[in-house]
């Protein structure tokens, strides 16, 4: 599979102003405030430039899938990632976990809850922030995902 490459462009507020006003008609005042209210947001004013040059959002992943994510990405302060590497829903440095939230608006499109090993060695459950880069696909064989389901029901021993 070809690694995706990203290219970065650099658009003044004038230009992206002035393409805003083009496209939706509206007068100066009411494209500076929106502009202006979307500064305050890397996010929403990456997505009105690209909404701007006919590019909307993708998801890739929808609620409720399962897919895998890097034990690297896992919160230190909430888990022992070396031992959550021993976990049956681990496979090549990377945790099972199931898409819990979608918001194509936010820079981490996904909620993922995961099964891990918890700083106090306990298994639990945590909720990663993340996007379609991090996340390394989805389970290929049913049988993983009937093996997490299981780990997610279990009775939690604190």
């Known amino acids: 599979m070809d690694e995706q490459r990203y290219v970065s462009i650099t658009i003044s507020s004038d230009d992206l ?3 805003f006003m083009d496209k939706t008609k509206i007068d100066d005042n009411l494209a500076t405030l929106i502009i202006g209210c979307l500064h305050n947001s890397s996010v929403g004013i990456e997505l009105l430039a690209k909404a701007l040059l006919g590019i909307f ?71 990663v922030l993340t996007h379609d880069r991090e996340l390394q696909g989805t389970p290929e064989d049913p049988a993983e995902i009937l093996g997490l389901i299981e780990d997610m029901k279990r009775e939690l021993p604190f």
């Not at 895998?68 to 302060?77: A, E």
């Not at 031992?83 to 945790?95: F, I, Q, R, W, Y």
């Open 17 to 19: 102003k002035k393409m």
């Open 57 to 127: 959002p993708k998801i890739k992943y929808k609620l409720n899938d399962f897919v895998f994510i890097p034990v690297s990405n896992l919160p230190t302060w909430k888990t022992d990632r070396d031992a959550t590497l021993k976990l049956p829903s681990c496979k090549n440095e990377c945790v099972m976990g199931q898409v819990i939230s979608v918001d194509p608006y936010n820079s981490m499109t996904y909620r993922v809850k995961c099964t891990v090993v918890l700083t106090d060695g306990h298994v639990g459950f945590t909720d």
